[in-house]
């Protein structure tokens, strides 16, 4: 099989363009300490930049106001965008609202378009998806939130944990057990839910990448839902639909998180670069040290190994659709937050204090890829995934397939009549 990774010289000039833009637009803006408000207020001017590129939403279809790029071309947009945690707002395909849009794009009716989808293309609206719970893990058929129909409303009841921009956002979409007697992948639907219904409690949480819970793009809350209720039309898809539609929804957002890994390791490989040829100690530089030529070199390497399976699961979406991806998708999400972790690591390590400090970038970017590992699946999860995919693929036998002296015998049996005829030409 081949793959076909290369794109056409138009698009090469959008990327140039893209590259100068995050260079000399966006990193500046990582250095002010700006509220959540403000940073909206900045990056309005620069996302209708964007949109004169034509680069706005690139991963939705034309009919939405998107390019409708194919997931390879996204992957190398991506890569460039990955490596400031602003820059995806900027050029309209940041989580969740991506993946909300993605949704509302496939199962929402023409009324819920109109109310929600479109007012979030355009960055008037912001959303949150609502769908992990504490204690669950990463197994959502042991979700309990609770929604029943009761008349023309349903009455939602439960507990949500880390739901992204929960506090920030203009409407939630809330996966809940709507079918308690289903099977359960059948249970669960999805409902949307405006923030400003009454019974909605919201706890700001802090983590690793922002412990004060003040970051101008990303919040996350521990959200409690009290006998909220919503229209019956608030029903996203049919009922009994949530886990398909969760599927649909994060197996492209888990590559897309792959390809701006790409992006933030790149940047964290440049900066052990610069410090390696800008530092001597004991003598010589650190660039003549064979640990960090060690490092640079496995470094290049694990980044090129993730780049080649990160574009080959977006052919391979691009080509066969996302579900016959699976293996692809799983085995990027948990190599890719690797090499991330592993290349932010060694970039730091030779700043030594000053990596460590906030002077640099690195140790912002070390916390947050840890999350890497975490959301959207944790590692163990994929790796399971993977080695099941591949399982499948191999019968038991009774003997070894490669046991040699079975081989042998069949080899005899196979080649007999020619040794026998060499034999008596000997």
Known sequence: MAWDFSTEPEFEKKLAWVREFVREEIYPLETLDLDHHTFRRLARPLQQQVKEQGLWAAHLGPELGGQGFGQVKLALLHEILGASDLAPFVFGNH??????????????????????????????????????????????????????????????????????????????????????????????????????????????????????????????????????RVPRENLLGGRGEGFVLAQKRLGPGRIHHAMRWLGVSRRAFDMLCERAVSVSVHGSRLADKQTIQNWVADCAAQMEAARLLTLQAAWRIDRYGASNARLDISMIKYFGAAVMHDVIDKALQVHGSLGFSTDMPLEQMYRWSRAARIYDGPDEVHRVTVAKLLLRRYQPVEVPTEHVPTRREAALRRFQAQLELLTENM
């Open 95 to 228: 989580a969740p609202d991506s993946g909300n849009a993605e949704l509302l794009a496939l199962a929402g009716t023409p009324e819920q378009k109109e109310r929600w989808l479109y007012p979030l293309l355009e960055g008037e609206l912001l959303s949150a998806y609502a769908m992990t719970e504490p204690g669950t893990g990463s197994d959502p058929k042991q979700l309990t939130t609770s929604a029943r129909l009761e008349g023309d409303e349903w009455v939602i009841n439960g507990h949500k944990w880390f739901v992204g921009n929960a506090s920030r956002a203009d409407f939630h979409i809330v996966m809940a057990v709507t079918e308690p007697e289903a099977d359960p992948h059948h249970r669960m639907s999805m409902l949307i839910v405006p923030t400003s219904t009454p019974g909605i409690r919201m706890r700001e949480l802090g983590n690793m990448h922002a412990p004060d819970g003040r970051h101008p793009l990303w919040s996350h809350c521990e959200v409690f839902y009290e006998d909220v």
